[in-house]
């Protein structure tokens, strides 16, 4: 898409082509990632832990363009290594990841010391895990890594410590691998959204239409967007962190 500006014609740069890895990529805000880059002309490769979210996802970002997928959980080292494994095999390569995969947990007085563990293996040790491999991947030659946080990093509220928790070490990991990693030519981003219509939000279907409606929610597609908008500015522009809420979401 090119428009008009002081300095000439602006071009975004294509996605078309991209070998992409998706984590949490089979439902929400990754599977809408998935879907827009894929429909952009992106190879990707998405990433859950339930068959039957995956198989659903890969019919529905297939619709769209290419897809690739396999359920891992990304709390264990070894899933990881085997999702890019995966990648290395179906793609030839690696040029985005986005980093998405994430649980929310029980609130804190009902929350077991092994589901704490859990959700920070998930939401904090897997994104660092994944961006290792992508780095190794990346190094010399660039590459994106977008890292999805929360408005949580910020807000901190007191339902849910461990998960903001997470997101916290989500936005601090991303701007310190950014000044590693933009040596060896990669770009990372963290997107941090406010509140989204998810399974993660444990509200029937109409209430979630209801808050939408009336700006209090965004939609996934909201968020791939802002993704979307990261990875296509040119090489000389890094989007470094960007927040977007519901317009009238009180934050």
Known sequence: MAEQ?????????????????VTGGTTGIGRAVARLLAAHGARVVIVGRHEDDLREALDDVGAAGEAHGLTADLSRLDDVRRLFATADERLGGLDVLVNNAAVYGDEWDEESLEDAEYAIRTNLVGYVACAHQAFDRMKGRGGHVVNVGSMSADLREPSGPTYVSTKAGIQAFSESFRKAANEQGIK???????KVSTDMIQKPDREKA???????????????????FALTQPDRCDVVALQVRPHLQVI
């Open 5 to 21: 500006g002081a300095g000439g014609w602006y071009e975004a740069q294509p996605v078309a082509g991209k070998r992409v890895i």
């Open 188 to 194: 990372v981003t963290v997107v941090e959204p406010g």
């Open 210 to 228: 209801r808050l939408e409606k009336e700006q209090k929610m965004l939609r996934p597609e909201d968020v791939a967007a802002c993704v979307f």
